[in-house]
Nanobody
Framework: QVQLVESGGGLVQAGGSLRLSCAAS????????MGWFRQASGKKRQFVAA????????YYADSVKGRFTISRDNAKNAVNLQMNSLKPEDTAVYYC???????????????WGRGTQVTVSS
């Protein structure tokens, strides 16, 4: 079992920044990838970014490339998502997920956090 807890969401104006964190606990050694997804109201869950624990390799959706940065904190067993130059279309519930390999398909992940709301006002 793996437990994931997101934090850091909130309300920010367009152009602003937020930093999300995902704390992982449990049998995390079985899973080499952490991903961030988001789901806006009435829309499908969308890939945002992923990172491989073992190598630090990162992957991004085109819509966030150059604005968002995913990073790992091995000491805290946590993954962060730094979000800069936020846009109203970034508004969504953001979820972190654990899987065996980085994947842009949400079906590739085994465990999910409960999500944290990010709202970007125009």
């Amino acid at each position: 079992q793996v437990q994931l807890v997101e934090s850091g969401g909130g309300l920010v104006q367009a152009g602003g920044s937020l930093r999300l964190s995902c704390a992982a606990s449990g049998r995390t050694f079985r899973y080499d990838a952490m991903g961030w997804f988001r789901q806006a109201s009435g829309k499908k869950r969308q890939f945002v970014a992923a990172i491989r624990w073992s190598t630090g390799s990162t992957y991004y959706a085109d819509s966030v490339k150059g604005r968002f940065t995913i990073s790992r904190d091995n000491a805290k067993n946590a993954v962060n998502l730094q979000m800069n130059s936020l846009k109203p279309e970034d508004t969504a519930v953001y979820y972190c997920a654990a899987g065996r390999r980085p994947d842009s398909d949400h079906n590739g992940y085994n465990y999910w956090g409960r999500g944290t709301q990010v709202t970007v006002s125009s």
